[in-house]
């Protein structure tokens, strides 16, 4: 059987799309139909059926697939690889996507001996849904995602947990009363403006259904999207937030912000580090991938 006929078969599986699949290998879709087709033939079953927008493989193409995929991605790797090269896996520029606020203070930072040692990055900054969906078409070798990555097309594994802190300048968490505030909750907030990520408060919405079992009673006053300038805002008490204590631990430690409130057990997200199925044993995607995880241990 062609190993080119596979790896057109498990692109094509991985990401339901036989445009899809066209971009990933590098051919036409007309090509692509052909080669299944000719696939089909050889086995003498359907592997996918074909519907108005992309394709859903049969269990005779899961099991195919199944028993193909660890031996296609490891000739993949070996060919990326080459025999002479060991010692430098970043032949070309590995592109990275990620959340701007994580990457610009985690990730990159992580990623310097890499960098002494030849690594070359190309870093989109974004929201997990649109790095997610480049991954499969090859925009996107490794991708940080604040969201679990779901389907065959991507291959993902935890990175860390972010913990979430309802913060406010020094002045505005002075003049609350901490009792009341654990009395009745939320409703001691609700004279102070709520600065947000975006419109439907979701950083906001996650901690109010965690810690308060309710959901916020009142609209943003601000809505900016990027943490960092959230922080500023509070930083200079234009109102309330809740933001990721990786992004404030400083200004918590230097007091220029106060926790509200320390529950017990802190709303946290998990962030997963995603790569295209099939990839993630190659050299540099393994290089990024094993120190970003190494280093995720510290953050």
Known sequence: MDLSLLKTFLATYRTGSLTAAARQV???????????????????????RRL????????VADELAAEAAPHVDALVAIGERGFADHARPFTRPVHLGGPAELTGTRVLASLTPLIRQGLKLRVTLGLADDLLAGLPEGRFDVVVSSIRPRGRAIVSVPLTDEEFVLVAAPRTAAGLDGERLAREGPA???????????????????????VFGTRPAH??????????????????????????????????????????????????????????????????VAALRGHLLDAARTW
Do not use: K, M
């Open 26 to 48: 590098g051919l036409s879709q007309p090509t692509v139909t052909a080669q299944i087709r000719t696939l089909e033939q050889q086995v003498g079953q359907q592997l996918f």
């Open 52 to 59: 108005p927008r992309g394709v859903v493989p049969t269990t």
């Open 188 to 210: 001691a907030l609700r004279h102070l403006p709520l600065i947000s990520y975006a419109e439907d408060l979701p950083i906001i919405r996650r901690y109010w259904r965690t």
């Open 219 to 284: 609209s943003p006053a601000i809505v900016v999207p990027d943490l960092r300038a959230v922080l500023t805002a509070v930083v200079a008490d234009a109102g309330i937030s809740v933001l990721p204590r990786y992004l404030c631990a400083a200004e918590l430690a230097d007091g220029t912000l106060t926790p509200l409130l320390e529950p017990e057990i802190p709303p946290i997200n998990t962030l997963y580090l995603a790569c295209r199925a099939g990839t993630q044993d190659t050299p540099a």
